[in-house]
């Protein structure tokens, strides 16, 4: 069986939803910045729109 898949406003484009729960990780600074892959860092405000995501806090 797949994973879930979502369309995350960072890339623009579908994600697995465990991409996901490591990006919010990532944001909300519970693993480093470093393990974030650079395709989600393009936007200058990647934090703020991952916070106001409506999947942050699913
Ligand atoms: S919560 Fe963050 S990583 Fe997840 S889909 Fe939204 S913007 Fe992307």
Do not use: A, F, Q
Not at 15 to 28: K, L
Not at 39 to 56: A, D, G, L, T
Request: with cysteine; hydrophobic share 30%; glycine share 2%.
């Amino acid at each position: 069986m797949e994973g879930n898949t979502i369309l995350c406003p960072l890339v623009d484009d579908i994600i697995e939803d465990i991409e996901c729960i490591e990006n919010r990780d990532v944001v909300d600074e519970m693993i480093t910045e470093e393990s974030l892959p650079n395709k989600y860092k393009r936007k200058s405000n990647w934090k703020e729109i991952c916070r106001k995501c409506k999947w942050h806090n699913y």
